[in-house]
């Protein structure tokens, strides 16, 4: 091959993407605007800066879904976690690192690659030819997200993202709650349904209006919510009676312990196609997670519930992803382009690692003249990637962390304890069996 590879992006998933294909023997000239221009976000103009956090969260992969990622992206030479095992600080059964250690470590292993070379530029506009992989993040450069809103057709960069928590169905209470869609429309069973009584419901609403809520960052101070995604707590604030008017109203829906409509209702609708996972809808939020978990299991129903995700709002670019790419991240309508990371709705720094590394080694294959299948379903990469390409509802499509409610359910086990163990247990023998192929 004699012309590189455009990567997009230096973040974790734009290295994890160029390190992979350079391995492969493929050149690759990556392009990051630090170093020339700065971003709200970043300190540094340093390749895969962590700028939130320097966790990148549970590192056991027996029972937790994101360690099973680490353990995965492991096996397939990942440069991000080798990085982060050579920069790791000492975080209990996390993996914590050293920040400033581990985004000079990505750095120079970049620079030092032969195959690789850093190109300190900003890039505006989506190439019209030639293999190109788009990493940009979620806060892609204005410019930059113009083009790929008119080559995609999606619209809603670089506004506030209005994510509703989302609940594992097997944590829902069934002796309170109920399937029924609204006046029977539809199969009637779309939604699942906790009703509230007036005291419940007073009670609730006065807990979004007093709840400890999270502080936007300073670039998000300024950027206007999408219409329709008011954040629950600012309905609240308008009025007793607004969310009975809004996400929480009782019309249509019978109570099947009164044979009457409640005093209000908090809806929950599938939110994948394996029906494991619920999100509550218009339940988009600022309250802290803390105060969220709190507040969400006084909700009847939900007394119990486990959150696959908790609800937030905040500046994100992302496409939409399910309808917009294939299963090997290609972009539909101009296949040599593929999208990786946070871009494509995946949240935190190990799902966009993990999905850059993918895009590289599926560019790698396509440009050798072979034929990488997906990862399994059974897997952790697998579950992420096909949330990503095809099993999340677009409607309603939200930027998601890995999790086990997004691999096929194992029926049977009824402690979460044994359920994880046999999610992992199956995850290795699928993943071997992969690579073995």
């Known amino acids: 091959m004699t012309n590189p590879v455009t990567i997009i992006g230096g973040g974790l998933a734009g290295s994890e993407a160029a390190w992979q294909l350079a391995n492969a023997g493929i050149p690759v000239r990556l392009f990051e605007m630090r170093g020339v221009e700065a971003t709200p976000a970043h300190h540094t103009d340093k390749l895969a800066e962590l700028v939130c956090s320097n966790s990148l969260r549970s590192d056991d992969a027996n029972s937790n879904a994101v360690g099973l990622l680490h353990a995965e992206m492991r096996a397939l030479d990942s440069l991000i976690l080798a990085q982060a095992d050579i920069h790791k600080v000492p975080a209990g059964s996390a993996l914590a690192v050293d920040r400033e250690g581990f985004s000079e470590g990505v750095t120079a292993a970049i620079a030092a690659h032969p195959l690789i070379e850093i190109v300190r530029e900003r890039v505006d506009v989506l190439p019209d030819s030639g293999p190109v992989i788009v990493a940009t993040g979620p806060l892609t450069a204005e410019r930059l997200a113009a083009s790929i809103a008119e080559r995609t057709g999606a619209d809603g960069l670089a506004f506030f993202d209005a994510i509703a928590p989302i609940v594992?169905?097997?944590?829902?209470?069934?002796?309170?709650?109920?399937?029924?869609?609204?006046?029977?429309?539809?199969?009637?069973?779309?939604?699942?349904?906790?009703?509230?009584?007036?005291?419940?419901?007073?009670?609730?609403?006065?807990?979004l209006i007093?709840?400890?809520?999270?502080?936007?960052?300073?670039?998000?101070?300024?950027?206007?919510?999408?219409?329709?995604?008011?954040?629950?707590?600012?309905?609240?604030?308008?009025?007793?009676?607004?969310?009975?008017?809004?996400?929480?109203?009782?019309?249509?829906l019978d109570d099947p312990r009164t044979g009457r409509w409640p005093h209000a209702v908090?809806?929950?609708?599938?939110?994948?196609?394996?029906?494991t996972l619920w999100n509550i809808v218009g339940f988009q939020t600022k309250l802290k997670h803390a105060e969220q978990i709190r507040l969400f299991r006084t909700i009847p129903g939900l007394e119990k519930a486990e959150f696959a995700r908790l609800g937030g709002l905040h500046r994100n670019s992302f496409i939409r992803s399910p309808i917009l790419l294939d299963e090997t991240l290609r972009l539909k309508s101009a296949p040599h382009i593929r999208f990786a990371g946070q871009i494509t709705g995946c949240e935190g720094y190990v799902e966009s690692a993990a999905i850059g590394l993918?895009?590289?080694?599926?560019?790698?294959?396509?440009?050798?003249?072979?034929a990488l299948p997906p990862p399994p379903r059974e897997t952790a990469l697998g579950a992420l990637l096909g949330h990503i390409t095809?099993?999340?509802?677009?409607?309603?499509?939200?930027?998601?962390?890995?999790?086990?409610?997004?691999?096929?359910?194992?029926?049977?086990?009824?402690?979460?304890?044994?359920?994880?163990?046999?999610?992992?247990?199956?995850?290795?023998?699928?993943?071997?069996?992969?690579?073995?192929?």
């Open 168 to 207: 594992y169905r097997d944590s829902i209470d069934f002796d309170v709650a109920w399937f029924q869609s609204r006046w029977n429309k539809g199969d009637g069973k779309d939604y699942i349904n906790c009703a509230m009584d007036k005291d419940q419901y007073l009670a609730f609403h006065q807990g």
């Open 358 to 370: 993918l895009a590289g080694r599926f560019l790698a294959a396509e440009l050798s003249g072979a």
């Open 266 to 275: 908090v809806q929950l609708r599938q939110d994948n196609a394996l029906g």
């Open 210 to 252: 007093d709840g400890e809520k999270g502080e936007f960052k300073e670039w998000e101070k300024d950027t206007p919510y999408f219409d329709g995604c008011m954040p629950i707590e600012v309905m609240a604030e308008r009025g007793v009676d607004t969310l009975r008017f809004g996400p929480m109203k009782p019309v249509g």
């Open 390 to 437: 095809g099993d999340a509802e677009a409607e309603t499509y939200q930027p998601m962390n890995v999790n086990f409610g997004l691999f096929p359910p194992i029926p049977g086990r009824s402690r979460k304890a044994d359920r994880k163990l046999a999610y992992t247990a199956r995850a290795r023998e699928a993943l071997a069996s992969w690579m073995a192929a």
